[in-house]
């Protein structure tokens, strides 16, 4: 027993284990049960089904409201697609809210891409709707094709910079295709004055605008409409979720278990209060919070991430109705478990080739757990145990921890830490304060928002409540080993002999490491400067054609403001992807001790060998393989290297600015890419379409199976 602490268990109770076993996964199915690679077709599993009717009900919005601004038209179609889509209520569950028509569907986005996803409805998910459902995507891909942001960003690039943009070997730079939003909405203030605390703000900004003779006209007007259009989208919210007070109610009225009746009745009266008003209990909030969370990342856009310290916004909460005496430490976990089910079933409709190189469908949803609170103290409460107790008991899948660690962190939170990963779940994943405030400092971030920092996916951190990220993170893709190879060809890619990179000097003329490095440095500079601009382009049409009133509400300074999220930003990032850093760390090393210290290679006869694929050269391969060091050993003769490399590729990348003026940032991974003979399927379609384009094939080896 933790010393001050209650006592808790970690077995689910029945209700969320049956509730668990019925989830239906969005991630990407990568083998089927006889082992056999899963085509492109068979990347989700067999139940998961695309529905239509929130693209269906937009796109009616939009042909009725043509003309109006596009903010009002924004606001209008998600009070039509809240107002009218399919609402249910699973057996058994008590926190609720669904964001499309049954658990095993997922949405259509047709305002950001059409051409993909009309061609996998056409191609490999053909069997994932029905006859009718294929009638009307026709109808929603004619309106939206030549409307959606992705048709105008590929209508307005500039020649140098078409060949960047889909997957090329090198980068990848078109996530305007799928937005993925990530702002971290102000939950805080949610649970403190409601939905209706900000409709009420914006009334009042409304007023004082009003009465305000020293705006510009067009200030007032751009103002005006987005502050209308906020209300529209505010109280379309509120009203959803009375939708669920009023099914639950009339399922309890049918019900005939008592207990179950008793359950319908209170989710009823949760329904009713939140999130319209003030939260009070649990229940309340972890309500409250995913009926936002589902209109901002899966309705009013698509979202990916959550980027919010969970055990410190639940904790007043919890703490409150402990000492009332209106729950228990095993209820307080069950509700837990109930959200952890809602956020294992989330998902969103992906480009078949993504799943390839990705996890599929999923939607990276992290929270965040631990750190420090804003004066700097130990932040862990006890919600911060019973979300590890939590998901020591379901095992989710989908749903990931991120644990901010800190010399004074509670050592007991570190052991029950250890104990959740020794569940094999693969969380949670730990993130070093002491690392991370300094960095976020550098970027102008006052340190009490520096100690409020989240993980919002994988590794990129945002600010709370902060306009911080706006619709994206990692925006664009760069494969580092790519460049190195570019910089032993001249910038010529050695598979289809197609100038990729900027033109460096010969090989020949090297003499040293520095040579090979700066060379290095000059491709992943090139490259840089293509994604970035590429990124740039369609964050300027994000501004401009994707406004998002609700999600705007809900940020801290927009209301304030008059503008939407995407307008502007209180300290933007945006990263790029560093697929291969720990290739090149490795590579540097292994050049500085076969070539330059023990020279038991030259350079010429090692650039020979790699262009060749290592054909007749096997027992080179393996010698380097076994004999150079690697990164991740604790060897300063190639850790120096990465630490070099990696401050010398963040100066590259900060050299250039985004959309809103803030430098770009590699976003830390630095994971290694399976390189050559290793490619994924994806992979290997791409690099054939770029062959066949450029009319050879040098080296076939590279797609043996």
Request: hydrophobic letters at 35%; one cysteine or more; proline letters at 3%.
């Amino acid at each position: 027993m933790r010393m001050g602490w209650v006592n808790g268990g970690v077995k689910m109770s029945t209700v969320t284990q049956e509730l668990r076993d019925k989830i239906v996964y969005k991630g990407a199915v990568t083998r089927t049960k006889h082992g056999e690679t899963a085509g492109s077709g068979q990347r989700y599993r067999s139940d998961v089904m695309i529905c239509v009717d929130r693209a269906r009900l937009l796109t009616e919005s939009f042909r009725a409201t043509e003309g109006q601004p596009l903010v009002l038209q924004r606001a209008n179609a998600l009070e039509k697609i809240l107002d009218q889509m399919t609402i249910y209520i699973d057996k058994g569950e008590r926190i609720v809210g669904n964001f499309a028509r049954s658990p095993s569907h997922v949405n259509l986005f047709p305002e950001l891409a059409v051409d993909w996803v009309n061609q996998a409805i056409n191609g490999p998910f053909s069997d994932r709707l029905n006859d009718e459902d294929k009638k009307t995507w026709q109808t929603i891909y004619s309106y939206w094709k030549g409307r959606c942001i992705d048709d105008m960003v590929k209508a307005s690039f500039p020649d140098s910079i078409k060949e960047y943009v889909e997957f090329n070997s090198a980068c990848m730079a078109n996530s305007w295709r799928h937005s993925i939003m990530s702002v971290s909405l102000d939950f805080k203030e949610i649970f403190r004055v409601g939905l209706k605390g900000f409709v009420e703000k914006t009334q009042s900004r409304l007023e004082a605008l009003s009465s305000d003779m020293t705006l510009h006209p067009t200030d007032y007007v751009n103002q005006r409409k987005f502050l209308e259009a906020v209300l529209i989208g505010l109280n379309a919210a509120i009203r959803f979720s009375h939708r669920f007070a009023d099914l639950a109610e009339r399922e309890a009225r049918a019900e005939h278990d008592p207990d179950r009746k008793k359950e319908l009745l209170e989710i009823a009266r949760v329904c009713r209060r939140v999130p319209e008003n003030p939260t009070r209990t649990l229940q309340e909030a972890i309500q409250s919070f995913w009926f936002c969370f589902l209109v901002n990342r899966l309705i009013e856009t698509r979202g990916q991430g959550i980027g919010v310290r969970f055990d410190q916004i639940m904790y007043p909460f919890f703490r409150s109705d402990i000492e009332s005496g209106r729950i228990t430490r095993a209820e307080a976990q069950e509700l837990m478990e109930f959200l952890l089910i809602k956020l294992d079933g989330c998902g969103h409709l992906q480009r078949p080739e993504m799943h390839d190189v990705g996890a599929g469908s999923t939607m990276y949803q992290t929270l965040t757990v631990g750190g420090t609170t804003q004066d700097g103290q130990d932040g862990i409460n006890e919600f911060s145990f019973v979300m590890l107790d939590a998901a020591i008991a379901m095992k989710t899948v989908h749903t990931n921890y991120a644990l901010r660690y800190h010399p004074q962190i509670n050592q007991d939170f570190i052991l029950r830490s250890v104990d959740l990963l020794r569940t094999g779940v693969g969380y949670p994943a730990f993130f070093n304060d002491n690392s991370y405030y300094p960095f976020i400092i550098d970027r102008g971030i006052p340190i009490e928002d520096a100690r409020d920092y989240v993980i919002r996916g994988c590794v990129s951190w945002l600010i709370p409540g902060k306009n911080s990220h706006n619709h994206r993170a990692s925006s664009a893709m760069l494969n580092f080993a790519k460049c190195l190879e570019l910089a032993f060809n001249r910038g010529e890619d050695m598979l289809s002999g197609k100038q990729l990179g900027c033109k460096t000097p010969d090989p020949a003329n090297f003499k040293s490491l520095d040579d090979i490095k700066e060379a290095f440095y000059r491709q992943l500079d090139f490259m840089v400067s293509k994604v970035t601009a590429s990124i740039n382009l369609g964050d300027h049409f994000y501004a401009h054609h994707m406004p998002l009133p609700f999600t705007s509400a809900l940020v801290q300074g927009c209301i304030d403001r008059g503008q939407d999220c995407n307008s502007w930003t209180y300290n933007s990032r945006e990263d790029i992807i560093s697929a291969g850093l720990t290739n090149v760390a490795d590579s540097f090393a292994a050049l500085k001790k076969a070539v330059y210290d023990e020279k038991w290679i030259t350079l010429s006869e090692l650039i020979e060998a790699l262009k060749n694929d290592w054909k007749d050269h096997e027992d080179l391969r393996h010698k380097l393989i076994q004999r150079a060091p690697k990164f991740g050993n604790d060897d300063d003769y190639v850790d120096m290297e990465m630490r070099e490399l990696h401050h010398r590729a963040q100066q590259i990348v900060r050299k250039y600015k985004n959309w809103w003026g803030d430098p770009w940032d590699l976003d830390g991974k630095g994971q290694p890419v399976r390189f050559r003979t290793d490619l994924t399927d994806f992979m290997k379609r791409r690099i054939l379409e770029i062959l066949k384009k450029a009319g050879k094939l040098r080296n076939p080896r590279l797609f043996d199976t």
